[in-house]
């Protein structure tokens, strides 16, 4: 026979007369440390495209200086 006893049960209040469900509770606000990580990761993922053209440009200018030494 199946039991049904470990399966979590979902809170109900009384409002009025009718059955609700309680409001979730609020998201704890992060750390310290998840905040300066979270900021790091928004300014590297944020500024890839400027990245990105520097290091194309220093690449060009990397084979200009091969090319004209020779």
């Not at 009384?14 to 900021?39: D, I, K, M, Y």
């Not at 928004?42 to 890839?48: A, Y």
Request: net charge positive; proline share 13%; charged share 15%.
């Amino acid at each position: 026979m199946l039991s049904f006893d470990s399966l979590p049960q979902a809170r109900v209040v009384r409002a009025g007369g009718q059955l609700v469900t309680p409001p979730p509770r609020p998201p704890e606000p992060p750390g310290a440390l998840q905040r300066a990580v979270r900021s790091v990761l928004e300014v590297v993922f944020g500024l890839w495209p400027l990245t990105a053209a520097l290091l194309l440009g220093l690449g060009f200018m990397i084979l200009a200086a091969r090319n004209a030494s020779y």
